[in-house]
């Protein structure tokens, strides 16, 4: 298991993630954008702000991307990213706020590729967002 | 694929063990009995039934050589039997355990055999002559339930699955029982000398529900809740593979170069190892669109067309799956050629049913 990095340490990695991701955003990438976004998830981090900072960078990538565009940004993603987006669209559905809509569609999109298994890594994942 | 029969209409089989003729079946029909039954034409047809333990039993392992049968059951104990005189003769074996056993398998050599349990431990028994009785040694280091076992063909090495997210290598080696293990199989060096030690530890993102040795005794597979299979290799190498299907629940080594795990999805997926990196190979069962179960009549089908549609929001008719098994798959048993070149095995699961497959 990796050591214990410090909050300061996950704090950082989201600040620098949203520069770039704002960037990508800005120039009309959303497929890089979410790529980005979903690099070096803060899961288990003991800070709750840099957790929800995170979530909440994801969520407005999401919304973002056109839907006739999901399936295409989803096609660069890895089965690792696949999986962390499930956890981030899941930990997006808890809140129940009225961006449901778009991660409910990106929910299913994500199922017909990941398959049944990338729910359950989410939903076995110790490690909470 | 051939299904073999239904072994308990209404219930699941919590396990099933072959006799080395394979004319004998013994299996538990999710209760305390073990059933043994026999073959007779094409079908097993029941012969007799072992009612010593008092809770489900979750175990049963029957050594070809010695024709022992041994079972493990929830009501923390194990029982060793013997065919004298006509009939099964039981020993209590104190295994020393506070909690459930969980699955029990023989070791290659017949010496001595492991349990898995509740109580985070592996006991390994061996029979000492001078008492006439099983002796049980413990394996600790486990966080949590250990879930299944299973041993290296050298006998002295014992993987072991565990509910606390690892797959673990102990050494079991006895001593009086047990010759030092062949330099050329053993990695480790006198680090295997000492009954307990851990060997190798290796992390899952879920509960391990069952690990197999391959015939070399070189890698470990182990299926884990996460859907995912893993393989590791005793020089500590280890490959994992996140899969898109519900977890799997078994997985046995076919030869060498193949494995197969079953599960969740009722279906036993075969994976291979190619040139060095396993992957997904196929599924064993074709799950036919058109290979249904009986169908009803017209109107009966009508009227449940529309009842769906009311109650349910959908036309379709459809209570079963499309694979052979009809709910997960948790057992998996050699059928037919020796361990390491597998020709058929049989799997058996919550569905009750008995199925034969071609590897």
């Given at each position: ?33 979410l ?42 993603l ?6 962390v ?14 961006n ?13 590729e ?16 | ?8 209409y ?24 073990v059933?043994?039954?026999k ?31 041994v ?23 104190i ?8 699955s ?25 002559d ?14 949590s339930?250990?879930?299944s ?15 606390d ?9 006895v001593?009086?029982v ?5 330099d ?33 005794g ?19 190498s ?18 060498e ?18 040139g ?8 064993l ?9 009986p ?5 009966g ?5 529309w009842?769906?549609?009311?109650d ?13 098994h ?7 048993s050699i059928?037919?050629g020796?361990?390491g ?19």
């Amino acid at each position: 298991m990796a050591a214990e990095r410090s909050d300061a340490e996950y704090q950082q990695s989201l600040s620098e993630r949203t520069k770039l991701v704002n960037n990508k955003l800005n120039m009309g990438n959303g497929a890089d954008a979410l790529r980005e976004a979903l690099q070096d998830p803060p899961l288990g981090c003991k800070a709750q702000a840099t957790r929800d900072n995170s979530v909440a960078l994801v969520i407005q990538v999401l919304g973002s991307v056109k839907d006739a565009d999901i399936p295409k940004a989803l096609g660069t993603l890895q089965t690792s990213d696949l999986d962390v987006l499930m956890k981030y669209i899941y930990k997006g559905l808890e809140s129940g706020d009225s961006n449901s809509n778009a991660l409910l569609k990106w929910h299913a999109a994500v199922t017909k590729e990941g398959g049944l298994g990338c729910i359950v890594r989410a939903l076995a994942e110790r490690r909470t967002l | 694929m051939t299904e073999l029969q239904q072994l308990n209409y209404g219930g699941a089989v919590t396990c099933h063990a072959w006799s080395k003729d394979r004319n004998y079946l013994a299996f538990c029909p999710d209760n305390h009995e073990v059933h043994i039954y026999k073959k007779s034409g094409n079908s097993y047809e029941p012969d007799t039934v072992l009612v010593d333990h008092d809770q489900v039993v979750t175990g049963i392992d029957w050594a070809p050589n010695s024709n022992r049968i041994v079972t493990c059951s929830q009501d923390r104990n194990a029982y060793v039997w013997n065919f004298q005189a006509g009939k099964w003769e039981p020993t209590l074996v104190i295994l020393r355990i506070n909690r459930a056993a969980t699955s029990v398998k023989w070791s290659p050599n017949e010496t001595k055999f492991a349990v898995s349990s509740g109580s985070k431990t592996v006991s390994v028994c061996y029979f000492e002559d001078e008492h006439n009785w099983w002796v049980s040694k413990h394996l600790k280091k486990h966080k949590s339930t250990v879930l299944s076992i299973d041993w290296h063909p050298n006998s002295i090495f014992l993987g072991t699955g565990s509910s606390d997210f690892k797959a673990r290598i102990f050494s079991a080696f006895v001593k009086g029982v047990d010759k030092r293990p062949d330099d050329s199989q053993n990695p480790w060096g006198a680090k295997t000398q000492t009954f307990g030690n851990l060997l190798q530890e290796w992390s899952a993102s879920g509960w391990v529900h069952q690990v197999s040795w391959s015939p070399s005794g070189q890698t470990l597979a182990w299926v884990s809740h996460d859907s995912a299979i893993s393989f590791g290799n005793t020089d500590g190498s280890v490959q994992s593979i996140p899969m898109t299907t519900l977890p799997f629940r078994t997985v046995l080594f076919l030869n060498e170069n193949s494995v197969v795990a079953a599960g969740h999805d009722c279906n036993p997926m075969v994976f291979s190892n190619n040139g060095g990196t396993w992957q997904f190979t196929k599924n064993l069962d074709d799950a036919n669109e058109g290979a249904k179960g009986p169908q009803g009549s017209a109107t009966g089908n009508t009227r449940q067309m529309w009842a769906n549609k009311v109650d349910k929001g959908t036309t379709s008719n459809e209570t079963t799956l499309n694979t052979k098994h009809q709910n997960a798959i948790s057992c998996l048993s050699i059928f037919q050629g020796a361990p390491g070149k597998v020709t058929q095995f049989t799997s058996s699961g919550v569905d009750g049913k008995l199925v034969a497959w071609k590897a």
